[in-house]
């Protein structure tokens, strides 16, 4: 079977990218491909390393509070690019407010702080799009 | 011989929150090789292992000092009003990413950004503006600002000059560490190199126009927070230090000319004991460093003064009461611990900035600690204890380890450049995950203890009205102030970039000339380009 591919991106200007990294090397352990894009991306520099990259998954870390600025943003990107079928899933410090305004424009895993990686592992595997065998 | 009895321990590994093996009884054993006047002496006594003043808290109890800041200038100079009156007693300014990024608000990285973490600072307008009714003369100030600190702090010198103060009795921190951005927080923008020249420009800059300042704060805070042990936290923050005092020192400058206005920033973590080790070690190693490395002379440079914030990334969403319990015990460990200013953290920020209440009962905390718990009117009360001096002296031998590997590197810089730090600190975040995904390590209401259906608690929500107001303000700036002289002030600012002059100086009239955070940091950008590192997970 072919490897998830993941792309794990940290947008906007927040530097602290200790949750991008500590969950980027659980997916690497867990088996799947993961390619971290590094820091301060745009939705456009984010989008396009999933279409380079040919990702399954997109996971992206923001604990700033922009979130509502760049989710939307990616998600038209994503659709502009007919890639719309790749899976979403943000983590990080969330309003609860947000929650249901971020489903609803297709971001489908939202992990807030605590979460065990083992559950975001899981999620990834039961909702990624299923990959044509080689 | 140590005797222990035979009785059964529970059945868990016995270690520290950075994985530390505790044994299960500390004697006299293991302190053999201690000799106290080398190691320990009294408090105010050279290495000061006990603490720089003789009479500990007895004299003067630590600045109660509030990290703060969102939104508008005008709501953060609200909330500081607020703070004081409360009783704090220095102002610490947070600002937020636009602005630490050296970005103006109108910038597309700055896009739903402006005032969410921090306050928005965009020209000396706002600086006025969020020091309007507080006496700079009087008060002290720290800011948490590191690449644009110098832009910064030169509006903060233009407000005090136009308040009537005197520069010579100005007195605060800027923290202005660049090392730990790029080992840890990651908020650089210029090269390694030429960041360090900027810090240089404000030792030689202070040491005559601002004496009193705190020139730099040398943080382990964000280097613990983004998952290092105790130990690294301590090795890589002294190091820095060791690297600022030797750049100072190339710069030509005389070591007990800046050594002075050094100080430190450290964590306040959950682990009790270790933290109150890394305290000590830390002035202990200091002390031996600025004596014997640098061979400064004046007392001053030898004494590690230190503030504190308890661990923000300690606290958690769920259950979120319970964060006051942590952040009480860390506060703790601060203060036996010696600290010289702490900030304790509030309840709600696992979820977001806090709220007025919960700021106010963090700030309580303390004031428990200082006026009700007794633990203020003894000195350094666990010094002797057997655990203690045991893991200090621990701590401080890990901590040299460390040293030997950066030195033999060629120093922080060029470890920095090598992954050496960044490597390290992702590899023990990395175990501490591990660690409570296992649930070796208990985090109560996270992985035990777990509570379904939670009522949620009141948090701040910031909307973007800040950012309307902060983007309109720009353009009228822009459309009002003497751009032909704000030209000028840039084109300074440049030409002493290319060369080897004090950038304090023409920064100085930039600010006076209202130039924006952002088009101070362009200008040098222009000259000297920006860092990027390469990604590593």
């Given at each position: 079977?072919?490897?998830i591919?993941?792309v794990?991106?940290?947008?906007?200007?927040?530097?602290h990218?200790?949750?991008?990294?500590?969950?980027?090397?659980?997916?690497?352990?867990?088996?799947?491909?993961?390619?971290?894009?590094?820091l301060?991306q745009t939705?456009?520099?984010i989008?396009?390393?999933?279409?380079?990259?040919?990702?399954?998954?997109?996971?992206?870390?923001?604990?700033?509070?922009?979130?509502?600025?760049?989710?939307?943003?990616?998600?038209?990107?994503?659709?502009?690019?007919?890639?719309?079928?790749?899976?979403?899933?943000?983590?990080?410090?969330?309003?609860d407010?947000?929650?249901?305004?971020?489903?609803e424009?297709?971001v489908?895993g939202?992990?807030?702080?605590?979460?065990?990686?083992?559950?975001?592992?899981?999620f990834?595997?039961?909702?990624?799009?299923?990959?044509?065998?080689? | 011989?140590?005797?222990?009895?035979?009785?059964?321990?529970?059945?868990?590994?016995?270690?520290?929150?950075?994985?530390?093996?505790?044994?299960?009884?500390?004697?006299?054993?293991?302190?053999?090789?201690?000799?106290?006047?080398?190691?320990?002496?009294?408090?105010?006594?050279?290495?000061?292992?006990?603490?720089?003043?003789?009479?500990?808290?007895?004299g003067?109890?630590?600045?109660?000092r509030?990290?703060?800041g969102?939104?508008?200038?005008?709501?953060?100079?609200?909330?500081?009003?607020?703070?004081?009156?409360?009783?704090?007693?220095?102002?610490?300014?947070?600002?937020?990413?636009?602005?630490?990024?050296?970005?103006?608000?109108?910038?597309?990285?700055s896009?739903?950004?402006?005032?969410?973490?921090?306050?928005?600072?965009?020209?000396?307008?706002?600086?006025?503006?969020l020091?309007?009714?507080?006496?700079?003369?009087?008060?002290?100030?720290?800011?948490?600002?590191?690449?644009?600190?110098?832009?910064?702090?030169?509006?903060?010198?233009?407000?005090?000059?136009?308040?009537?103060?005197?520069?010579?009795?100005?007195?605060?921190?800027?923290?202005?560490?660049?090392?730990?951005?790029?080992?840890?927080?990651?908020?650089?923008?210029?090269?390694?190199?030429?960041?360090?020249?900027?810090i240089?420009d404000?030792?030689?800059?202070?040491?005559?126009?601002v004496?009193?300042?705190?020139?730099?704060s040398?943080s382990?805070?964000?280097?613990?927070?983004?998952?290092?042990?105790?130990?690294?936290?301590?090795?890589?923050?002294?190091?820095?230090?060791i690297?600022y005092?030797?750049?100072g020192?190339?710069?030509?400058?005389?070591?007990?000319?800046?050594?002075?206005?050094?100080?430190?920033?450290?964590?306040?973590?959950s682990?009790?004991?270790?933290?109150?080790?890394?305290?000590?070690?830390?002035?202990?190693?200091?002390?031996?460093?600025m004596?014997?490395?640098?061979?400064?002379?004046?007392?001053?440079?030898?004494?590690?003064?230190?503030?504190?914030?308890?661990?923000?990334?300690?606290?958690?969403?769920?259950?979120?009461?319970?964060?006051?319990?942590?952040?009480?015990?860390?506060?703790?460990?601060?203060?036996?611990?010696?600290?010289?200013?702490?900030?304790?953290?509030?309840?709600?920020?696992?979820?977001?900035?806090?709220t007025?209440?919960?700021a106010?009962?963090?700030?309580?905390?303390?004031?428990?600690?200082a006026h009700?718990?007794?633990?203020?009117?003894?000195?350094?009360?666990?010094?002797?204890?057997?655990?203690?001096?045991?893991l200090?002296?621990?701590?401080?031998?890990?901590?040299?380890?460390?040293?030997?590997?950066?030195?033999?590197?060629?120093?922080?810089v060029?470890?920095?450049?090598?992954?050496?730090?960044?490597?390290?600190?992702?590899?023990?975040?990395y175990?501490?995950?591990?660690?409570?995904?296992?649930?070796?390590?208990?985090?109560?209401?996270?992985?035990?203890?777990?509570?379904?259906?939670?009522?949620?608690?009141?948090?701040?929500?910031i909307?973007?009205?800040t950012?309307?107001?902060?983007?309109?303000?720009?353009?009228t700036?822009?459309q009002?102030r003497?751009?032909?002289?704000?030209?000028?002030?840039?084109?300074?600012?440049?030409?002493?970039?290319?060369?080897?002059?004090?950038?304090?100086?023409?920064?100085?009239?930039?600010?006076?000339?209202?130039?924006?955070?952002g088009?101070?940091?362009?200008?040098?950008?222009?000259?000297?380009?920006?860092?990027?590192?390469?990604?590593?997970?």
């Amino acid at each position: 079977m072919q490897k998830i591919r993941v792309v794990i991106a940290k947008p906007g200007l927040d530097g602290h990218d200790r949750g991008a990294k500590v969950i980027a090397r659980a997916l690497r352990d867990a088996g799947m491909e993961v390619i971290y894009t590094g820091l301060r991306q745009t939705p456009d520099q984010i989008v396009g390393a999933a279409l380079q990259e040919d990702a399954d998954v997109i996971g992206m870390s923001i604990l700033s509070g922009a979130h509502m600025h760049i989710c939307p943003r990616v998600m038209e990107l994503l659709k502009e690019k007919g890639l719309d079928d790749v899976l979403v899933v943000v983590g990080g410090i969330i309003p609860d407010v947000d929650i249901p305004k971020l489903r609803e424009m297709g971001v489908r895993g939202i992990f807030l702080p605590g979460s065990p990686m083992q559950q975001i592992i899981d999620f990834i595997n039961q909702n990624v799009r299923p990959r044509a065998e080689v | 011989m140590k005797s222990v009895t035979a009785a059964i321990d529970r059945d868990k590994p016995f270690t520290t929150i950075s994985g530390r093996p505790i044994e299960r009884l500390y004697t006299a054993e293991d302190l053999r090789g201690l000799d106290h006047s080398r190691d320990v002496n009294e408090p105010g006594q050279f290495p000061y292992t006990r603490g720089i003043h003789a009479t500990g808290y007895r004299g003067k109890l630590w600045t109660m000092r509030q990290f703060a800041g969102f939104g508008t200038p005008e709501e953060t100079n609200q909330r500081f009003k607020g703070l004081l009156k409360a009783g704090g007693n220095g102002l610490s300014v947070a600002f937020d990413l636009p602005t630490l990024m050296g970005r103006d608000p109108d910038h597309e990285l700055s896009l739903g950004e402006v005032g969410k973490c921090g306050v928005s600072i965009v020209s000396l307008q706002d600086m006025e503006r969020l020091f309007a009714g507080i006496d700079l003369g009087r008060i002290t100030t720290s800011m948490t600002i590191n690449s644009p600190a110098p832009m910064i702090f030169a509006m903060y010198l233009a407000v005090a000059e136009q308040q009537g103060a005197d520069w010579k009795t100005l007195s605060g921190t800027i923290q202005n560490d660049i090392l730990k951005e790029f080992i840890a927080q990651k908020e650089y923008i210029f090269p390694p190199r030429q960041s360090m020249r900027l810090i240089t420009d404000i030792f030689a800059f202070c040491a005559t126009e601002v004496p009193k300042w705190n020139t730099i704060s040398v943080s382990g805070y964000h280097i613990r927070e983004a998952g290092s042990t105790a130990a690294q936290e301590l090795a890589f923050t002294l190091r820095d230090g060791i690297e600022y005092v030797q750049y100072g020192v190339d710069a030509g400058l005389d070591v007990d000319s800046f050594a002075p206005q050094i100080s430190f920033f450290f964590n306040s973590h959950s682990d009790f004991f270790e933290e109150i080790a890394k305290f000590r070690a830390a002035r202990k190693l200091w002390a031996e460093v600025m004596r014997d490395r640098f061979k400064a002379k004046n007392e001053r440079s030898w004494k590690l003064r230190f503030h504190t914030q308890t661990a923000g990334v300690s606290l958690t969403a769920q259950q979120p009461y319970n964060n006051v319990v942590r952040t009480a015990l860390q506060a703790l460990a601060a203060v036996l611990g010696g600290t010289q200013s702490l900030h304790t953290n509030s309840l709600d920020e696992a979820l977001a900035l806090p709220t007025a209440e919960a700021a106010t009962l963090a700030l309580r905390t303390q004031q428990i600690i200082a006026h009700e718990s007794g633990v203020t009117a003894a000195v350094d009360p666990l010094g002797g204890s057997y655990f203690v001096e045991r893991l200090t002296l621990d701590m401080e031998r890990e901590a040299k380890a460390y040293f030997d590997v950066i030195d033999r590197m060629g120093g922080m810089v060029e470890a920095i450049e090598h992954g050496f730090p960044q490597k390290e600190i992702a590899e023990a975040s990395y175990r501490f995950q591990q660690a409570v995904e296992s649930r070796e390590k208990v985090i109560v209401g996270v992985n035990d203890y777990v509570q379904e259906d939670e009522t949620p608690i009141p948090i701040l929500y910031i909307d973007e009205t800040t950012a309307e107001r902060q983007l309109s303000r720009l353009e009228t700036l822009r459309q009002t102030r003497d751009n032909a002289r704000l030209r000028a002030a840039l084109d300074a600012l440049k030409e002493t970039a290319r060369g080897t002059g004090n950038t304090m100086y023409p920064l100085m009239d930039c600010v006076r000339a209202y130039a924006t955070v952002g088009e101070m940091c362009d200008a040098l950008r222009d000259v000297w380009g920006e860092y990027e590192e390469v990604p590593l997970i």
